[in-house]
């Protein structure tokens, strides 16, 4: 079916630049972008419009990490670093979605939440728990957004009701993606992700196993790197045989070629760096979580210099909020703060991280993130007057100032691959 849409258009091409097309048309056929116009073509002429605004329209947003479970918890805890926080917040929160009839309330306060939020597509991790995991898909099918889920996996160094006999977590993880291989023809958004939480919570055992899984299927891993320098030093004393964090992960399969999202990154040395390159790791950057929980402040501009693809990610609940506007700015705001300390890493502009929570998280989806010829319409309809204020403002500081001050209540609609979500 062929939409078209009229507005204030804003998008990413590339990260320099954004593309601003006042009071133009997008039109989008079968819930792909087939084209935007200043001027709408003549064969289009006597089509209604599917929506008009004096707001912006602006692709929706990608969180490229998010834990669903601690959803309940954020805000809490942030006095403390990343090992303690996970055993007295973390943990005992994720043991509660043992409980089906907690995790079906609990889960769908969070798909509500994202639901109203400018996310489109996120990479969510769920819980050690098969059906709590089941009922979280099963939430985001039914809401229309895009995600990629997958069950924890963990069996050493958690707590004891969450830490799993290898085999039952490689046996509960097939199932699961066998039950939505069945399920989930009608709807390809929700798709599976492998997600071991981190390496000290995996065996090498089980991270074999789940590397199986990957290579035999062509599945796609998510999980955690060079976060935290206690994690780090105990990653060193788990594996001194491999040369350092993101080397426990290749050594063990586990950094798939182009299907691989890791998040935090922060501590990497400049051979992890390459390895994340040659590889083409997704870097979920989480600059909220990065500070909340004193783990560091990340040289952005050394991983975009070199060419590595970065998406932003909430980190909820080591994030404390699931609006991605709040990632945009805590990213421009890092790396303002990592530019006084090293000079020669230049600060994210804003265009550059308005590109970084569209089209560059959006790459792990597709074509995602974008409204280039092709692309998935994921949007967000903004109406932005209340922002306004009287004050003559061009169409790139209209999305700025929402940016920094708007609300999720100015999201008037929202649309993944077509379908109107609100």
């Given at each position: 079916m062929l939409k078209i849409y009229k507005g204030n258009i804003i998008y990413s091409v590339t990260p320099e630049q954004l593309t601003v097309l006042e009071d133009g048309y997008i039109v989008v056929l079968g819930g792909l972008v087939k084209g935007v116009y200043r001027n709408l073509p003549s064969e289009y002429e006597g089509i209604g419009l599917e929506a008009e605004t004096d707001g912006l329209i602006i692709?929706?947003?990608?969180?490229?990490?998010?834990?669903?479970?601690?959803?309940?918890?954020?805000?809490?805890?942030?006095?403390?670093?990343?090992?303690?926080?996970?055993?007295?917040?973390?943990?005992?929160?994720?043991?509660?979605?043992?409980?089906?009839?907690?995790?079906?309330?609990?889960?769908?306060?969070?798909?509500?939440?994202?639901?109203?939020?400018?996310?489109?597509?996120?990479?969510?991790?769920?819980?050690v728990h098969r059906e709590s995991t089941m009922l979280l898909v099963e939430l985001l099918r039914e809401s229309g957004l895009g995600a990629y889920v997958g069950k924890v996996n963990m069996d050493r160094n958690s707590i004891p009701s969450l830490m799993e006999a290898t085999d039952v977590s490689l046996r509960e993880t097939r199932s699961i993606i066998e039950w939505m291989a069945e399920t989930g023809r009608d709807n390809p958004l929700v798709r599976y992700i492998l997600t071991p939480r981190y390496v000290p919570c995996t065996t090498s055992e089980l991270m074999r196993g789940l590397a199986g899984i990957s290579r035999e299927l062509g599945i796609p891993v998510q999980s955690h790197l060079?976060?935290?320098?206690?994690?780090?030093?105990?990653?060193?004393?788990?594996?001194?045989?491999?040369?350092?964090f993101t080397s426990v992960y290749f050594d063990h399969g586990l950094l798939p070629k182009g299907q691989t999202v890791m998040a935090h990154c922060i501590h990497n040395t400049d051979e992890e760096i390459e390895m994340v390159r040659d590889q083409d790791v997704m870097v979920a950057h989480c600059p909220q979580s990065n500070a909340n929980l004193s783990s560091g402040i990340m040289p952005l501009r050394k991983y975009l210099d070199r060419g590595v693809r970065v998406g932003l990610g909430s980190d909820v609940a080591a994030g404390h909020s699931l609006n991605m506007r709040d990632h945009i700015v805590a990213a421009i705001e890092m790396s303002k703060l990592c530019w006084?300390?090293?000079?020669?890493?230049?600060?994210?502009s804003f265009s550059e991280a308005f590109h970084l929570a569209t089209k560059g998280g959006g790459s792990f989806f597709g074509k995602v993130g974008s409204f280039e010829e092709g692309y998935e319409f994921d949007a967000l309809i903004i109406e932005d007057s209340p922002l306004l204020e009287g004050v003559g403002l061009?169409?790139?500081?209209?999305?700025?100032?929402?940016?920094?001050?708007g609300s999720n209540s100015q999201i008037a609609r929202k649309y993944v691959c077509g379908k109107r979500i609100f």
């Open positions: 692709p929706g947003l990608c969180d490229m990490h998010i834990h669903a479970p601690q959803w309940m918890n954020r805000g809490l805890g942030y006095s403390m670093e990343l090992l303690p926080w996970l055993m007295r917040y973390t943990f005992p929160a994720e043991e509660r979605f043992g409980d089906s009839a907690f995790a079906r309330e609990a889960y769908g306060m969070f798909v509500e939440d994202l639901k109203r939020s400018e996310t489109t597509r996120a990479c969510v991790f769920a819980t060079d976060e935290n320098r206690s994690e780090i030093q105990l990653v060193r004393e788990l594996h001194p045989e491999s040369r350092d006084t300390l090293n000079p020669g890493l230049k600060a994210l061009g169409l790139e500081e209209r999305l700025e100032r929402y940016v920094y001050t």
